[in-house]
């Protein structure tokens, strides 16, 4: 499992978001059919991000850098990780993601269906990941049909067949990281070499560290960066005015229509922590030693914050929690952020309008996927 693993309440097949609209009014703190408590309310989620003392994320057996790790030694990783994805380190790779940009869309068809999350956003986080990280174009068929059966699998909720497929994803990131360790000063001058060459307490990272970080930066990230693709063409397409305004609008407040779009439907759901001591959270008391869900796209539209369909992307940036919050907040926010609004104006430019299909309405995710599992588009 990685971070980026998508969540859920039930796998009972509903519309996640409407569900947990349903729930949190009544029900802050809900039990899943996992026996673990869903935080539903954004004060409750907030509080349990920032209170990494009670909440700890030490919540799997595998080793998860740096999501996975507590107090210093999550401070050590977490530095190595911010090197790479601070301003200065990305903004060489923007021509990159425009040029990727601009490769997909040039090639899209028009006036025939496309589904959005798969054949665009699926196909631009691939091949912006890879231009960032140095990884051969040849990964690219399979990074995406790997990204297909780790969702079919999520969604199957078969451990087995997660586990294998965890398995196969270290694989292909082992058939990277192992020519650069072996080429030494040789090994190509990209990020996945910088990141080998990286040093946590004067030694090198370990094999399974690199694989545990390059995992966490890419595995979970790229089905994120599709649903959020999904999610936002979705909810732009027949509102010409919006997508007018992202398309001329400076950077900073097409930024902020996405992360309010993605406030709405916030489609990476949830994170968990486990507890380590009593704790008395939403009214409720939950035990130590309990696993806790924050449910990040149920906090994001809690009418006790947001006046919940009101679209505001000023007003409303300062409680948003698509991104996370306290030490763990995501440090790949920056990416995420520029590479969806380079991915939507490289589109908007290009194309005249983009239409929902009538008789193919956009099929939402069913838990423990949230946005939507296929969005039908035409452009013209
Ligand atoms: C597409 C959009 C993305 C969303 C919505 C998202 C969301 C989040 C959230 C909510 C967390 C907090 C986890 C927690 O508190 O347990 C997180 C953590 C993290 N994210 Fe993202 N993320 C995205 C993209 C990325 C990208 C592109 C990268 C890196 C390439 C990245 C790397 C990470 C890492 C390493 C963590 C763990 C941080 C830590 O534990 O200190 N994320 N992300």
């Known amino acids: 499992m990685t971070d980026h693993m998508p969540d859920d309440l039930s796998a009972a097949g509903r519309d996640l978001r409407a569900y947990t609209d349903e729930l949190r009014p009544r029900h802050p703190v809900v039990r899943n059919s996992m026996g673990e408590w869903v935080l539903l309310r954004h004060e409750d989620v907030l509080a349990a991000a920032l209170d990494h003392q009670r909440f700890s994320s030490q919540v799997s ?160 990230d790229l089905g994120s960066i599709a649903l959020c693709v999904g999610v936002l063409l979705a909810h732009i397409a027949g509102q010409p005015d919006l997508a007018e305004k992202i398309r001329t609008a400076p950077d900073s407040e097409a930024e902020a229509i996405i992360d309010e779009v993605l406030r709405l439907d916030d489609p990476f759901v949830s994170n968990r922590r486990v507890t380590t001591c009593p704790v008395h959270i939403g009214g409720r008391d939950i035990p130590s030693g309990a696993r806790v869900k924050l449910n990040w796209t149920s906090a994001n539209r809690d009418e006790a914050v947001f006046d919940n369909n009101r679209f505001d992307p000023q007003g409303n940036a300062g409680n948003n929690l698509v991104y996370g919050a306290g030490k763990h907040v995501c440090p790949g926010r920056l990416l995420a952020t520029w590479e969806l609004r380079i991915a939507l104006q490289t589109l908007l430019a290009s194309v005249r309008t983009i239409e929902l299909v009538s008789d193919q309405p956009p099929e939402r995710e069913v838990a423990p996927v949230g946005g939507y599992h296929r969005v039908p588009v035409v452009l013209t």
């Open 61 to 220: 057996r595998f080793l998860q850098v740096p999501n996975g790790l507590d107090g210093e030694e999550h401070t050590r990783f977490r530095e190595v990780i911010e090197r790479h994805l601070s301003h200065d380190a990305l903004e060489p790779f923007i021509p990159a993601f425009k040029r990727v940009a601009s490769q997909l869309v040039a090639a899209l068809p028009r006036g025939v269906v496309l589904d959005a999350v798969n054949d665009i956003g699926a196909v631009f986080a691939v091949r912006a990941q890879c231009a960032w990280l140095g990884w051969p174009a040849e990964l690219e068929p399979r990074l995406l049909a790997w990204m297909k059966e780790n969702h079919a699998a999520t969604r199957s909720g078969d451990s087995a067949w997660t586990a294998d497929v965890a398995e196969q994803f270290d694989e292909i990131i082992r058939s990277v990281i192992q020519p650069r360790r072996e080429a030494g000063d040789d090994a190509p001058d990209d990020l996945t070499t910088k990141l080998c060459r990286e040093t946590v307490n004067g030694r090198q990272l370990t094999e399974a560290e690199l694989v545990s970080i390059l995992r966490n930066w890419t595995g979970g």
